[in-house]
């Protein structure tokens, strides 16, 4: 038995063009379903959703700006411009940075005319895994860079605690 035969079937049974697109297509199925499922997040444990309370931390701001942050205010992300969560504490102390010394260390010191400000937020989040993602699919994350806007005031802060309570 011949391989293709003299009508241009493979064996007898499927013409070779034909057996070249089904390949065709099903390595572009194959090619597809990977594709589309892969680096998708996979599911550690129960998704429960809830409010937690997180904390925004900016070490030196100028005291107009800081003075303007009020409990109450719905603040959005200032890129996407949804919101994040409402303001239930503003806690302020005096500016810090960090300042090499002559010897080459860091050291923080005080800054004049300028105040820290923590900013805790409270927010509806879906906790996953022990990972918290707040509304405007802020990732609830120690160091994360949170640009924020509120209703008289924009502010570039860090998170620098998250509270999820009771996870179960």
């Known amino acids: 038995m011949k391989v293709i035969d003299e009508r241009g079937k493979f064996f007898g049974w499927i013409n070779i063009l034909d057996l070249f697109l089904i390949i065709l297509l099903l390595a572009a199925a194959a090619f597809a379903a990977v594709k589309f ?42 890129d996407k411009n949804v919101p994040i969560g409402k303001v239930v504490a503003v806690k302020v102390a005096p500016g810090k940075t960090s300042v090499p010394t002559a010897d080459g260390h860091m050291v923080m010191s ?54 999820l309570g009771d996870t179960k």
Request: proline share 5%; hydrophobic share 35%; net charge positive.
């Open 37 to 78: 499922t892969q680096g998708g997040e996979i599911a550690v444990g129960p998704v429960t959703k809830k409010q937690v309370t997180y904390t925004l931390y900016n070490s030196a701001e100028h005291p107009f700006v800081v003075n303007q942050i009020k409990v109450g205010d719905i603040i959005r992300d200032k």
């Open 110 to 163: 005080t800054v004049p005319e300028k105040l820290s400000v923590y900013i805790t937020v409270q927010t509806n989040a879906v906790i996953q895994g022990g990972q918290a993602q707040g509304e405007g699919q802020t990732p609830l994350l120690a160091g994360n860079k949170v640009s924020v806007k509120g209703p008289k005031y924009m502010i570039e802060t860090l998170i620098s605690d998250v509270n």
